[in-house]
Each structure stands twice: as structure tokens, then as C-alpha cells.
Nanobody, 127 residues
Framework: QVQLVESGGGLVQAGGSLRLSCAASGRTFSSYFMGWFRQAPGKEREFVAAISWAGSSTYYADSVKGRFTISRDNAKNTVNLQMNSLKPEDTAVYYC????????????????????WGQGTQVTVSS
């Protein structure tokens, strides 16, 4: 089992940057496939990015490709999301999530594919 705690959210102007972090408990963090999702008010939770166990493979939603970068540090049990060129439509609560197996892309973008979730961190981008 793993527990996840996100941090780094806040208020930023359009065009700015934020770096989110997700700290995981447990000694087996490196065996978890990690994802970031977000949920805006009145909308469903949507996939943002994901990263494989060793960090060698990364995946992104089209809406954030080229602006966001996911990374992980297995020695520190953390996964990060660097968000650049932020837009007002990026405003949402951001969640990190974990699962054991490395899934196909069509599966990793679905919320039900993940077994563990953090509590979320708010990101607000002003225009």
C-alpha cells in the first residue's frame, strides 16, 4: 500500500509556472506506475501525465504536451509535475495516483485504473 500527498499548488498568472510534488510513503515506491490527473469545477477528473517505474517512459495529455513535464525521484519517493506556460484553463485540483502495473495508454488515462490517490492540490491560473 502507498499513501500520496501532493503539494506545490497555488495562484499564478497566465504564462507563469508551478511545480507540483507528490510524496509517497512506503519502501516500494519504485514499483508503482504514477499518474497526475486534474479536476476543474463541474468537470470530470481528467488525465494529465504519467510516468513508468524507472522514469524511462512518460505520457501526456494533448492539452499539456510541450508545457508540462513529469519526473520522479525514486530515492526520495517523489513524483513531480513541472507546469510551464500556464493557461486559465489549467485551473483545477491536481491529484497524483499510483498503480502497480504499467498499463497501455488507453488504460492509464482512466481514473479507475489507479488504486491509490492523494488528496489533491489546488492550482489557479489567473488571466
Amino acid at each position: 500500500q502507498v499513501q500520496l500527498v501532493e503539494s506545490g499548488g497555488g495562484l499564478v498568472q497566465a504564462g507563469g509556472s508551478l511545480r507540483l510534488s507528490c510524496a509517497a510513503s512506503g519502501r516500494t515506491f519504485s514499483s508503482y506506475f504514477m499518474g497526475w490527473f486534474r479536476q476543474a469545477p463541474g468537470k470530470e477528473r481528467e488525465f494529465v501525465a504519467a510516468i513508468s517505474w524507472a522514469g524511462s517512459s512518460t505520457y501526456y495529455a494533448d492539452s499539456v504536451k510541450g508545457r508540462f513535464t513529469i519526473s520522479r525521484d525514486n530515492a526520495k519517493n517523489t513524483v513531480n509535475l513541472q507546469m510551464n506556460s500556464l493557461k486559465p484553463e489549467d485551473t483545477a485540483v491536481y491529484y497524483c495516483a499510483a498503480r502497480r502495473e504499467h498499463p497501455a495508454y488507453t488504460i492509464m488515462v482512466v481514473t479507475t485504473a489507479y488504486d491509490y490517490w492523494g488528496q489533491g492540490t489546488q492550482v489557479t491560473v489567473s488571466s
